[in-house]
Every structure is written in C-alpha cells, then in structure tokens.
C-alpha cells in the first residue's frame, strides 16, 4: 500500500498563474478529501468527494478554487488565479465511507504552495 | 461532533512515557475519541481511536475515563521521532462525519534526548 500521493511536493509560482495539485487516494477508498493548514488557521476542509461525487464544497474559499475527481484513483485541486494569500501547505486524504462506518483518513505527504 | 481541549505544548524525556491529555465534556454517547498526529513536514497519521474502552495498539495506548469527559494517549517509550503535533478529535462514526472533524491546534509534543 504505497498510501495517498501528492504531487508536486512543492510548487513556487507568481501571482496570477494557474496551479494544478494532483492526488491519488488509496486503492479502495471512496472518500477523497482536499485540507490547506496554514499557521493561522490550522487545517481547513475545502472540499469532500464520495464515489468520485462531490458533496461538501462549503470550504472552497471563492471561485478562483476548484477541484474534480474524474475516477476512484486520481483527483485534482486547481487554483486559478493564484494569489499569495493562496500560500499554504495542502493535503489531500482519503477514507472508506460506507455500511455504516467511516475508516480513519489517511493522509498524504502535501503540496507546500508558494505564490510570490 | 463535541470540541476538545488539549494543552498547547508538552515535553517529555526519550525513554519515558508521554501522557497526552485531552478534555471533551461534551462528548455524546455515540462519539468515538480519535488520535492523530503530524510530524513535521508530513500529513496528519492517525494513531487510535475508542469509544468507552481502553485501546492499544502497536503505537499508542488511549484511556478513557468512564464519564467519557476525558482521555489520555499514552506513548509508553517515546523517542525522538515521536516528536510531533498531536491532535485529539471527536466524531460519530457513521457515513459522512470524516468531513465534520474538527481539528483544533493539536498538543505539540518534544521528546528531548
């Protein structure tokens, strides 16, 4: 089990361009989610998908975020465009979501993002 | 899902147990208390979780205080490399509630050689 996979690991960009995070959840798991933590305000949900679907983006923090999952093994996490105050570490994890229970999250190593 | 209560930071010697205390008054009968934690630079791990028992695992052991208001994870020989943020959290289990948690500031735990 070679666990949830972000890349990039870092990604320096200027204001203004796109930014694309990938993600691969584990094998079997069908709840992807995407967090930034920042030191500010700790880790934050922007977005929750359960069989590649979708179903809380309330944490998005404007349009300028967006996220999709186009199948079970890969998601993507887009900012554009970037702003500095978008500068954050974000993690995606993944759990299994179903008959009644909820596995622990799993998380991966994230994508440390720094917009000048 | 009920808030906790953890103190900001805490030492504690190689070799020795780390007591990791967390308050949760408000916790309701069907809410589990779960444990993460993350080392720097890495994604939040997750380490044991229990309702009214006491756990174990190969990591940690969790105590529960049987009003529930409480726990403790217990590092029984911590080392260097269990230096990390803490986070306790607790959450219903059942479908859905992974997105509900809150995570809170987290205890940071230095274990000092």
């Known amino acids: 089990d070679a666990g949830v996979i972000q890349s990039p690991r870092h990604e320096v960009t200027e204001m203004g361009q796109e930014v694309t995070l990938r993600c691969k959840p584990i094998?079997?798991?069908?709840?992807l989610f995407w967090y930034r933590q920042t030191m500010m305000r700790g880790l934050e949900l922007l977005i929750y998908?359960?069989?590649?679907?979708?179903?809380?983006d309330s944490g998005m923090p404007e349009d300028r975020f967006s996220a999709k999952m186009p199948n079970a093994s890969f998601s993507t996490l887009k900012i554009q465009p970037s702003e500095p105050r978008d500068s954050a570490v974000y993690f995606c994890?993944?759990?299994?979501?179903?008959?009644?229970?909820?596995?622990?999250?799993?998380f991966g190593n994230g994508t440390r993002l720094t917009v000048t | 899902d009920a808030k906790t209560t953890q103190p900001t930071s805490m030492d504690c010697a190689e070799g020795r147990a780390a007591n990791l205390p967390c308050n949760h008054s408000t916790i309701s009968g069907n809410e589990y208390v779960y444990w993460y934690r993350q080392i720097h630079s890495q994604g939040p791990q997750y380490i044991i979780h229990?309702?009214?028992?006491?756990e174990t695992n190969e990591m940690a052991s969790l105590i529960i205080t049987e009003d529930r208001k409480s726990s403790t994870l217990i590092l029984p020989h911590a080392t260097l490399r269990d230096t990390a943020v803490y986070y306790c959290?607790?959450?219903?289990?059942?479908?859905?509630?992974?997105?509900?948690?809150?995570w809170g500031l987290g205890t940071s735990l230095a274990v000092n050689p």
């Open positions: 094998s079997g798991h069908n709840s």
């Open positions: 959290i607790v959450r219903r289990r059942n479908a859905g509630n992974n997105r509900k948690l809150i």
């Open positions: 229990g309702l009214k028992n006491n």
């Open positions: 998908f359960n069989n590649n679907v979708p179903i809380d």
């Open positions: 994890a993944s759990s299994f979501s179903g008959q009644g229970i909820n596995s622990p999250l799993h």
